[in-house]
């Protein structure tokens, strides 16, 4: 099984439809980070968890909401989707150390029509 | 603040020549920096990170990278290439110093290189 598991690995929703992106880690990480990919912008910080109880924006919080169930679970979810929410999506967890760098899930491509 | 650079968004390059992709940071604290490659529909997966002492970096499948403080550079070199290296690649930068965004990554644009027959 994979460190970093994301569902679904696609998806494609209608505009104004609520939609929950899920991601679970075995790495036994505290911190967990929600990132969107589009082309030639690179990977841009949408929320991102230090622990259970801490939730931080990033970058492009706007439209984008998030759940820290447990340790291993950060779930991202868009309340009303939109066109412009069309892009790849990836979780990615990091231990307490600067120097590990991070795990990455395999994405979730989201289309929003 | 932290930022980060990738100097060329596409490089091609043929199959066993050498290639050299480029990155800049600027950050007004000690970092760590890291480069990371996705392949076609899949996630990133780390290639090489340089932390502290030896310039000259080496990763997995035959990458190498070298940090230059005062050009404030991370360029990832490989002296030949194949065409399953065809990937996009980031670089990234990990502030080091302590305090809240301790340990956070930020990542440049991307470089997609695509190694020809």
């Known amino acids: 099984d994979a460190d970093v598991t994301q569902t679904p690995r696609n998806r494609i929703t209608k505009t104004g439809k609520r939609i929950m992106l899920e991601c679970s880690q075995t790495?036994?990480?505290?911190?967990m980070y929600w990132y969107r990919q589009d082309p030639g912008l690179g990977l841009q910080l949408i929320y991102y968890s230090f622990d259970v109880k801490d939730i931080n924006k990033g970058e492009i919080s706007d439209g984008y909401s998030v759940s820290r169930q447990a340790q291993a679970k950060f779930s991202l979810s868009l309340e009303s989707a939109i066109p412009n929410q069309t892009a790849l999506y990836f979780c990615a967890t990091s231990g307490l150390r600067a120097s590990g760098g991070y795990t990455f899930g395999s994405g979730t491509r989201l289309t929003v029509v | 603040a932290q930022s980060v650079t990738q100097l060329d968004s596409q490089v091609p390059v043929f199959e066993e020549a050498p290639v050299e992709l480029r990155c800049n940071y600027s950050s007004s604290v000690s970092v760590y920096l890291f480069w990371y490659v996705q392949y076609p529909n899949q996630g990133l997966q780390l290639l090489l990170k340089?932390?502290?002492?030896?310039?000259l970096v080496k990763g997995i499948n035959g990458f190498e990278a070298e940090f230059n403080k005062s050009q404030t550079s991370f360029h990832l070199r490989k002296p030949s290439v194949h065409i399953s290296d065809t990937a996009e690649y980031f670089c990234?930068?990990?502030?080091?110093?302590?305090?809240?965004?301790?340990?956070?990554?930020?990542f440049g644009q991307g470089t997609i290189l695509t190694v020809h027959p």
């Open positions: 990234a930068v990990s502030d080091n110093a302590g305090g809240t965004s301790y340990g956070k990554l930020t």
């Open positions: 340089y932390l502290s002492g030896s310039t």
């Open positions: 790495k036994g990480h505290d911190r």
